[in-house]
């Protein structure tokens, strides 16, 4: 009877509440208040923010494969719907309920990861302030602010429960796999030509550079849970599906006819070699600077081998791979060439702060050499960033903007590694293994291209920093604490 009457109570709210709101909103769409509509989806954010933070953060993190970006909704702004309307939302309900009200694990603040972040956070603001585009810089700083915030920060805590682990790389991996689908489908009717690979990915993916390196990111995944699966206590069908989605996500790279993706996995493929040997990081350091030296000794020798390539981009895998050491005639290959040259040229210029975070594509233009201009140049530089991830922001925030950037990467792997050789439980080390080989396939691919703004890419970039750091502060158990 009580349970009967409690019951008939809540129901006699229930109506109340949506008969009120049904009231004003009538009243809301007579004054075009259209805004007003929207005051039950920001309850249900709130409500989910306080109760279920988790679930929250992981269905922003499903959508965002799935997300279809808008170039222009007005004073030059574009947008992605429907995530980054959820992000900027839950991200003023997390800087509430974190911060202000101090629920926050404060321990998180004082890793070093943290700290080689929130570095590198605080000099972009500096040349934000020196940015020859004020507004712009500061566009980017928000951006890079509230990605940072929340798949970084709250990440950290949401992977304080390891199998959240999991569940942020699964929320990515099913919505991309339908993109992947959905992309194949289409190339069939064009029977995978290259020519439409470009941008056969629409809407979900606006090129094929940033599909084909999420695409990547996860390929060392899927191989590590065939191989240790397991081990890892993994379920039967986990490893079938892994099975599955390796063929698929390894056709979806193919087909995207992105060159860098593919080196970036020969790459992550070497990176996992020089794990197996346990090669510290001090060491990985040395074999760099040998590569380096070496290439820098003999620069003419080897920039004459390459400039005898003359194959062009060429429908087939083979000629198309071949024709990514063409620096003499391949017209896409001479334009990076042109950017990373107009971004040497801007640093010689402003070696301390740069031109300002996100600024490039706005100032490069007078800093093109003639020597390296191609047919698809533009007098005007209004087609976009560096290529690079590197050069990209040593030109906007200087040299210390790349150092303190290169300084989130060193902490970042310097920690990982340690977790790979000396965690006690094995699921953390493969799970590290991962992250950092699929970070790996990146910032190869990030040698020739930037993305790490763009939400396809900056979920999976701060979402695996956040792993990495969560791993090292949670769950290493008796890992020591040197390299």
């Not at 259209?34 to 953060?57: E, G, N, R, T």
């Not at 790349?402 to 799970?431: E, P």
Request: hydrophobic share 55%.
């Amino acid at each position: 009877m009580l349970n009967s009457i409690q019951e008939k109570e809540k129901s006699k709210w229930l109506y109340l509440i949506v008969g009120a709101f049904l009231l004003l909103n009538t009243f809301a769409i007579a004054f075009e208040w259209y805004w007003f509509a929207a005051l039950p989806l920001v309850a249900v954010l709130a409500i989910l923010a306080i109760l279920k933070l988790d679930f929250l953060l992981l269905s922003i993190v499903f959508l965002v494969p799935i997300s279809i970006n808008i170039e222009d909704i007005g004073l030059g702004l574009g947008i992605s719907l429907p995530d980054e309307p959820l992000i900027i939302g839950v991200f003023l309900l997390v800087i509430y309920k974190f911060i202000i009200d101090g629920e926050y694990d404060f321990r998180v603040l004082k890793h070093p990861i943290s700290i080689a972040i929130m570095i590198n956070t605080a000099w972009i603001f500096i040349t934000c302030l020196t940015s020859q585009e004020v507004i712009v810089s500061f566009k980017f700083l928000l951006s890079r602010f509230w990605y940072i915030v929340l798949f970084y920060f709250l990440g950290v805590v949401l992977f304080k429960k390891f199998s959240n682990i999991s569940n942020y790389l699964w929320a990515y991996i099913i919505p991309l796999a339908f993109v992947i689908l959905f992309t194949l489908y289409k190339h069939s009717d064009d029977n995978f030509s290259q020519v439409t690979s470009f941008e056969i990915m629409a809407p979900f993916y606006i090129a094929h550079g940033i599909y084909a390196a999420a695409v990547a990111f996860f390929i060392p995944l899927f191989a590590l849970y065939i191989i240790f699966g397991f081990r890892m206590n993994a379920h039967f069908s986990i490893v079938i599906i892994s099975i599955f989605l390796l063929i698929l996500f390894g056709v979806g790279v193919a087909f995207s006819f992105t060159r860098a993706a593919w080196l970036s996995l020969a790459g992550a493929l070497g990176f996992g070699v020089l794990m197996v040997f346990r090669v510290r990081l001090w060491q990985m350091f040395i074999l760099l600077g040998i590569g380096a030296l070496f290439v820098v000794a003999n620069f003419d020798d080897i920039f004459y081998q390459l400039y005898q390539n003359k194959q062009n981009s060429a429908e087939g895998f083979e000629k198309h791979l071949e024709s990514v050491s063409n620096v003499r005639n391949d017209v896409s290959n001479l334009e990076r060439v042109n950017r990373w040259m107009a971004a040497i040229n801007m640093i010689k210029e402003k070696p301390v702060l740069g031109f300002g975070p996100g600024a490039f594509s706005f100032t490069y233009a007078p800093y093109q050499d003639p020597e390296f201009k191609t047919p698809i140049t533009t007098a005007f530089g209004d087609q976009g960033h560096a290529h690079s991830e590197f050069l990209n922001p040593m030109a906007e925030s200087g040299w210390l903007g790349l150092i303190t950037f290169l300084g989130v990467l060193v902490m970042v792997f310097q920690r990982g590694l340690n977790l790979v050789y000396k965690a006690t439980d094995f699921r953390v080390r493969i799970f590290a293994a991962s992250v950092l080989l699929g970070l790996i396939t990146y910032f190869i691919h990030g040698l020739l291209n930037n993305y790490s703004e763009q939400d396809k890419i900056a979920v999976l970039l701060w979402g695996a920093f956040a792993m990495i750091t969560a791993m090292d502060l949670y769950h290493k158990k008796a890992v020591q604490e040197s390299l």
